[in-house]
């Protein structure tokens, strides 16, 4: 049987600002602003049988330095837009012992609608992560680049991020990625050019991108993810319009949202069409709310299924 659960209208004012400037609150974006968003997540919470935890928790040490292990290297990197018309910024993560020589899988990792191409760093630290991931052989070695998921010359998270400018620039950033941000990774690493070696993931605003971006292309992608999606998720049925082309494609479809976080049904929405068409999916609702806990733990559980 389903269980109810009454969001709590944490979405003050005071608490608004806080969560926006640790970059966790990415949430219906409409012309209605913060109004709309914070009405979202208000939201009543109705949960089924199957929205439950899948994995064991995260352990406490899976982002703790270690000294007796290869690391790998985070750094910046610069491309030029053809969409936007300038110069952008992302972050990369290159796996240990990385060489030239080799072909490495690629995860495009998308932040949420307060963040930038840093926010994953600043939370999550993953690339220490990784390191201890790949050192353990539980995740393949591949490359990993953290965009500015905001298609537009200012692609600074200032202003009015609840705008309707800002929420246009996140779906602009579909041709940059394409056309421009991918062809230049695949032209500085040594990254694999094979549609069955991409992947895209993300939280929030960039988990709604991810599934627009990547179930809509699955001739690029095959492997995608959304975390906490927010309501710029297209509908299931747009999403996925041929069920049975999206199982040929689709290597992994990984989903996940918090317990607590008003915004549970649109991820629902995606899962439950997965499960009505026989999709294989991953389905993972933690006790969380919609903040950085949820999408570190979901990211570890994440990078151990990729390109396996």
Known sequence: MPRHIRFPRFCNIKLLGLVISLSSLTCLIAEEGAEEAKRNFA?????????VTIFPAMPEKATTPQDNIAHGKLEGFIYTSEIVGTQRKATVYLPPSY????????LYLLHGIGGDETEWSRFASPDVMFDNLIASGKMTPMIVVMPNGRAR?????????FSKENVDAFARFEKDLLNSLMPAIESSFSASTKREDRAIAGLSMGGGQSLNFGLGNLDAFAWVAGMSSAPNTKPPEELIPDPQYAKKQLKLLYLSCGNKDGLI???QAVQRYAKQHDIDHYWNVESNGHEPKEWKSNLYHLAQLLFK
């Open 43 to 51: 939201r009543e919470i109705v949960l089924n049988e199957d929205d």
């Open 99 to 106: 060489n030239e020589e080799s072909s490495y899988p690629v």
């Open 153 to 161: 010359k200012n692609d600074r998270a200032e202003g009015e991020i």
């Open 265 to 267: 049904n649109f991820s």
